[in-house]
């Protein structure tokens, strides 16, 4: 089932709208489960033992796609362009990241971001 992780993002409400009619669940993830496997909160690796982190976030939002075919996730990402609706980075789950908890994927799309503005 195609799934969106959403961490920290003021738009849960606006992306749930253009979700809704593609049938993609949205799941909000609190900072307390911060320190999970992004596979445990899409719900792939449901025998990892849950870990409660009780610090601080990371700056920014950031979105998770997860088992999306190309032509659901280009309609998306073109609808959230066109709500005019931010988020700092957009990701989609592999096998490699999801084993990383959220905070290695902030750690991760901060590198990623930084290299290409370095590139400019």
Not at 70 to 83: I, S
Not at 90 to 99: D, F, L, P, Y
């Amino acid at each position: 089932m195609e799934k969106i992780l959403l961490f920290q993002s003021k738009e849960a409400t606006n992306i749930r709208k253009i979700a809704a009619p593609m049938h993609i669940k949205v799941v909000e993830v609190e900072v307390s489960q911060f320190k999970q496997t992004l596979g445990k909160l899409a719900g792939y690796d449901k025998e990892e033992e849950d870990i409660v982190y009780e610090g601080e976030a990371p700056e920014g939002s950031l979105m998770v796609f997860c088992d999306f075919t190309e032509n659901h996730f280009n309609t998306m990402l073109q609808k959230m362009r066109a709500a005019k609706i931010p988020m700092t980075y957009k990701a989609v789950m592999t096998a490699v990241n999801r084993t990383w908890d959220v905070f290695h994927m902030y750690e991760e799309m901060e590198m990623e971001r930084k290299a290409y503005e370095n590139r400019k």
